[in-house]
């Protein structure tokens, strides 16, 4: 025969497993991409709109138990105890009594006390607790920084001018909290790309173009970053599959046409024999 106190162990462990395998699944806040655990944290991240959002969630599940209740006494009012009233002859003050027969005092009644009736002490009383399980979720926004584009010599340009273009993409971090964890996300630039008018023109960070065509012109440049991120101080970075791309613009003017201006060539000299300097007597023979 199996004591009652083992069945009671035996029901409350198979409840507290029934109660973990329905424990919730952890709501991610519309993070699409499960980064795996962080201690008894389960956190992902998604990539939109220029940002990326690291979601954190957590279960907390409570076991059933048993708890063993004892049962209070019952309380015996104790029996009243009577006490006889004992009357003694008391001899007149004064006077020389007469002489009586000696009255002896009678003898106390005994006192008579009822016995407890007795009674097998009650038995505590085995209560079972449910478990329970409480979930909660949180979510964070990260935006990486913007890059700027710059020309030189000026964004007013000639035809045929030289123009050399530049970038500032580096990596650089954000830091912030998801559901009280200390999180970091890492932006890293893998691409940088120039597309003037539509067209890519150059990849890195900075560029050299000429420009044979007058009017205005739009130039951009588009940075990649990749993503990163980590929680509660981890080393070990984890990637997010999508990546950010950042973007700048500038406004060129081709407006000036370069200096080609074509000078008649001189007419081709001849040696001629004159009387004397043209310059001071031109009149002068041969001089004209």
């Not at 006889?84 to 002896?104: G, W």
């Not at 979720?137 to 913007?146: I, L, Y």
Request: with cysteine.
């Amino acid at each position: 025969m199996i004591p009652r106190h083992r069945i009671h162990s035996l029901l409350a462990m198979a409840l507290m497993l029934c109660l973990v395998a329905a424990a919730p699944q952890p709501t991610w806040a519309s993070c699409k991409n499960s980064g795996g655990s962080a201690g008894s944290h389960r956190v992902g991240s998604q990539v939109s709109s220029g940002s990326v959002t690291i979601c954190a969630s957590a279960v907390s599940v409570t076991p059933a138990r048993t708890a063993t209740v004892p049962a209070k006494p019952k309380v015996i009012a104790k029996p009243k105890t009577i006490t006889p009233i004992v009357s003694r002859l008391v001899p007149p003050i004064h006077r020389k009594p007469a002489a009586q027969p000696i009255k002896l005092a009678p003898k106390p009644a005994k006192k008579i006390i009822a016995k407890p009736t007795t009674k097998a002490a009650p038995k505590p009383t085995i209560k079972t607790i449910p478990g329970s399980t409480s979930a909660s979720a949180s979510s964070a926004m990260f935006t990486p920084a913007g890059v700027t584009a710059s020309v030189f010599p000026s964004s007013e340009l000639s035809l045929g001018q030289v123009a050399s273009f530049s970038s500032n993409p580096m990596i650089h971090f954000r830091a912030g909290s998801v559901l009280n964890l200390p999180t970091e996300v890492r932006f890293t630039p893998v691409s940088t790309t120039w597309i003037l008018d539509g067209e890519i023109i150059a990849v890195g960070n900075s560029a050299n173009y000429s420009f044979s065509e007058l009017g205005s012109h739009q130039v951009s440049v588009e940075v990649v970053y990749s993503v990163a991120y980590r929680v509660r101080g981890s080393g070990i970075w984890i990637s997010e599959p999508d990546s950010i791309t950042v973007l700048d613009d500038l406004s060129l003017q081709v407006s000036t046409e370069p200096d080609t201006w074509d000078y008649p060539e001189p007419p081709p000299g001849r040696a001629l024999l004159v009387g004397s300097d043209c310059l001071s007597q031109p009149g002068s023979f041969g001089c004209r």
